[in-house]
């Protein structure tokens, strides 16, 4: 009931937008369209000083139809980061709410996957703990991370808040199920579920995950009649991807034992092998390959378990693979892109 007010709410801000801004003027001053220009025209830091010192703020908007855009917000999105650096550390207001909904600055460098930024808004009075009208915090933010943000920067940001007093929620775990894609595999960002599932656990909090995928994704050992009771296919494919990339080489060969599906895979695309690999769980890597895991199999990103694996470091593992026949995404494809991308 709550998300339907603040939706139209949200909706007839937007329509009181769109009829107060038709005639209104584009940027508060000459100055402040000069600073904008600079920062989109890739200026130097020196010119965007002097358009300050001749009264352009560093809290000037961008004024549109439907919104407007905070100097610093609109620094970041055309990749201007040293820009946007530079106007927080000369007074731009870090509580600045980026959206109708109490969107922060803060959440919206989560969002980005912008850990310095992150860090410099925290040190300059920004509230990790602070929510928007939904109640979500820059935690949850974090989590809706582009694919093209790799697991390792959405986990700095993770642990750059949890640092400055944001506290891990079901929400959290239930954003970072989410993920950016919304197939409810997280984007195949397992470690971050784990570091999520640990700290509701560490505080006495349910996840609201069953025991047994909350046990695989801590990498607890599993008996066989946990393992039989889940009768759920997608839940099936959850515990068996967590155990892979977590658990141990026992807890695979009795899910394999009791009828669990070693090729399955999560909405990204990802394989038990495939994530052993990129977790650098070796002995279980190895007992797949073993039996029959298919080595060539790539998710969406087109990563494949010797792409990650050699990502990874893991010379042993690659030279199983390998072994094995194992070739890369671009030996199969037979192009020269970088079509062996990794995600984290």
């Known amino acids: 009931m709550r998300k339907i007010f603040c939706a139209v709410i949200a909706v007839l ?21 000069r600073l904008f220009r600079g920062i989109e025209g890739g200026a130097e830091l020196e010119t965007l000083t002097q358009s300050v010192r001749d009264g352009a703020s560093v809290d000037s908007m961008r004024y549109g139809r439907v919104v407007r855009v905070n100097m610093v917000e609109f620094a970041v999105k055309n990749g201007r980061d040293d820009a946007a650096r530079w106007l927080i550390e000369n007074g731009a207001n870090v509580s600045y709410k980026t959206t109708i909904l109490g969107q922060t600055l803060l ?34 933010y974090a989590f809706k991370a582009g694919a093209e943000r790799s697991e390792t920067d959405v986990l700095a940001v ?3 808040l949890t640092a400055h007093g944001a506290s891990p929620t079901r929400q959290t775990l239930a954003a970072a199920l989410n993920g950016y894609s919304g197939k409810g595999d997280g984007d195949g960002r397992y470690a971050l579920l784990r570091r999520v599932t640990q700290a509701l656990r560490d505080v006495g909090l349910e996840t609201g995950l069953s025991p ?16 039989t009771a889940v009768t759920d296919r997608r839940e099936r494919e959850r515990v068996l991807l967590c155990a892979a990339a977590f658990g141990s080489v026992e807890t695979v060969s009795r899910a ?3 009828g669990y599906d070693l090729h399955a895979t999560d909405g990204a695309g990802n394989t038990a ?15 797949l390959i073993e039996h029959g895991a298919k080595l060539g199999a790539q998710n969406s990103r087109g990563e494949t378990a010797l792409s990650a694996a050699a990502a990874a470091g893991n010379d042993r593992l690659v030279r199983a693979l390998e072994e094995r026949g194992a070739v890369s995404a671009m030996s199969q494809s037979g192009c020269g892109c970088a079509c062996a991308q990794t995600c984290g």
């Open 13 to 33: 801000a937007v329509t009181l937008a769109l009829s107060s801004c038709k005639s209104a003027p584009e940027f508060a001053s000459a100055e402040d369209e």
């Open 273 to 287: 092998l495939l994530l052993a690999a990129r977790y650098g769980n070796t002995p279980v890597a190895i007992w």
């Open 158 to 160: 993770y642990d750059l």
């Open 256 to 258: 394999a034992d009791c």
């Open 212 to 227: 047994t995928v909350d046990s695989a994704l801590l990498g607890d050992e599993l008996s066989a009649e946990a393992l």
């Open 107 to 140: 959440m919206f460098m989560a969002q980005s996957g912008k850990a310095e930024l992150c860090e410099l808004l925290l040190a300059r009075g920004a509230d990790a703990a602070e929510g928007d009208r939904l109640g979500s915090t820059a935690l949850e």
